[in-house]
């Protein structure tokens, strides 16, 4: 059984920092692209960060450049988010998705990835 489950969601204020975790089972990590996604209410699904399989590639929105870092530890079939210098607008839920489907075009895209988790809710106030 496939399980991704999301931690590290929070009530923060503006310019806090939160660091999201994703941990996978039930598949092969490792040969997995991860991505997060977030979804405020009323919106699309949205990307927010991938980082693909072997040796990783990262890819950003432009709201998130330079703010949030995505990694990965294989080990520990972990996936990370680390946000920094949260605002407002950040505020969502969070999901960490898995996709096997190769091409750096799919990576920003929620219809291309085969696994999600349930979400972990972020709220910045300012």
């Known amino acids: 059984q496939v399980q991704l489950v999301e931690s590290g969601g929070g009530l923060v204020q503006a310019g806090a920092s939160l660091r999201l975790s994703c941990v996978v089972t039930g598949l092969p990590f490792r040969n997995y692209h991860m991505g997060w996604f977030r979804q405020a209410p009323g919106n699309e699904r949205e990307f927010v960060a991938a980082?693909?399989?072997?040796?990783?590639?990262?890819y950003y929105s432009d709201s998130v450049k330079g703010r949030f870092t995505i990694s990965r530890d294989n080990p520990k079939n972990t996936v990370y988010l680390q946000m920094n210098r949260l605002n407002p607008e950040d505020t969502a839920v969070y999901y960490c998705?898995?996709?096997?489907?190769?091409?750096?075009?799919?990576?920003?895209?929620?219809?291309?990835?085969?696994?999600w988790g349930q979400g972990t809710q972020v709220t910045v106030s300012s």
């Open positions: 998705g898995a996709s096997t489907v190769a091409g750096a075009t799919y990576r920003t895209r929620h219809q291309y990835y085969n696994y």
């Open positions: 980082i693909t399989r072997g040796a990783p590639v990262t």
